[in-house]
């Protein structure tokens, strides 16, 4: 009688399920960006721990499982960081991808090979929630003076996603220009140098100057 819950249990998974047009062309970069992000909070989560689903029309979701942490402490991550994390990933989640136009990433835990109806609660049991254990919800932070005004902090995560993103914009405007870098490089056959005195003739050679007396 207790098996069908305890394997229904080990079933929820942590999701990211990024709104999107376009087609995943490339499971590895959406892999390597979304490791890039959780390693931010210090959470060594790998390619090997993800798998990715494009089932449903409009929608593409990572599935997060077999790490070290539960399933609250991947989800959780989220709200930590909410919502500029969220805002950023939006951003990276359209480079070198394939996906366009990604209006939304929702966040949640539930049962493998679906997507996610709405994000996690940051108020609820993983993002936060009461503390004190008095039964009510703790109120939310005050802000800190680095806030913006809408409530983001840039975090060290940002700083380091932001990092890899203008890595990687180096690095393909590097290889677009490189021809035309080697090309400027090499001079040309009619950039050689040529001699600043030329030979003499041989009728200017052989003529004789003038004698004094010739000349009086």
Not at 92 to 114: F, K, Q, R
Not at 161 to 190: D, H, Q, R, S, T
Request: aromatic share 6%; proline share 6%; net charge negative.
């Amino acid at each position: 009688m207790l098996a069908v819950p305890f394997v229904a249990l080990l079933a929820n998974v942590a999701k990211v399920d990024i709104r999107a047009t376009g087609t995943l062309s490339s499971e590895a970069v959406l892999k390597a960006l979304l490791q890039t992000t959780y390693a931010g909070a210090g959470l060594t989560i790998t390619g090997e721990h993800m798998t990715v689903h494009t089932d449903t029309s409009g929608a593409t979701v990572v599935e997060v499982t077999g790490t070290s942490y539960t399933n609250e402490q991947v989800d959780g991550y989220w709200c930590m960081n909410d919502p500029m994390l969220r805002n950023t990933f939006k951003d990276l989640a359209a480079i070198n991808t394939g996906l366009s136009d990604v209006t939304d990433v929702i966040t949640c835990i539930g049962a493998s090979g679906e997507g996610c109806a709405s994000s996690t609660s940051c108020g609820g049991g993983t993002g936060g929630g009461d503390v004190d254990d008095d039964g009510t919800p703790d109120p939310e932070p005050e802000p800190t003076p680095d806030d913006d005004g809408d409530g983001n902090k840039l975090t060290a995560v940002t700083i380091v996603i932001i990092l890899v993103v203008a890595l990687v914009a180096l690095g393909i405007l590097f290889y677009l220009l490189l021809p035309w870098i080697e090309k400027c490089w090499k001079p040309g056959p009619e950039t050689m140098k040529q001699p600043m005195v030329s030979a003499s003739t041989g009728a200017s050679a052989g003529a004789e100057l003038p004698t004094l007396f010739a000349a009086i």
